[in-house]
């Protein structure tokens, strides 16, 4: 994609070794689940909305 001179960002999320999934249940029930969503989500948002 920059090749193509679009904007990239790469995120990684720490204590997460592997892809995930988004599980409502798991993110209502599971502390942990919440905040590395949250993480995951928040640059996301950030990224969207400075394009």
């Known amino acids: 994609m920059k ?3 679009k904007d990239v960002e ?3 999320s720490s204590g997460v070794s ?3 999934y988004l599980n409502k ?5 599971d502390p942990v689940t919440e ?3 949250e993480e995951l989500i928040a640059p996301i948002k950030d ?3 400075r394009h």
């Open 18 to 20: 592997h892809s995930f």
């Open 35 to 37: 905040k590395r969503t």
């Open 10 to 12: 790469v995120l990684v």
């Open 25 to 29: 249940f798991a993110i209502d029930n």
């Open 47 to 49: 990224f969207i909305s």
């Open 3 to 5: 090749k193509a001179g």
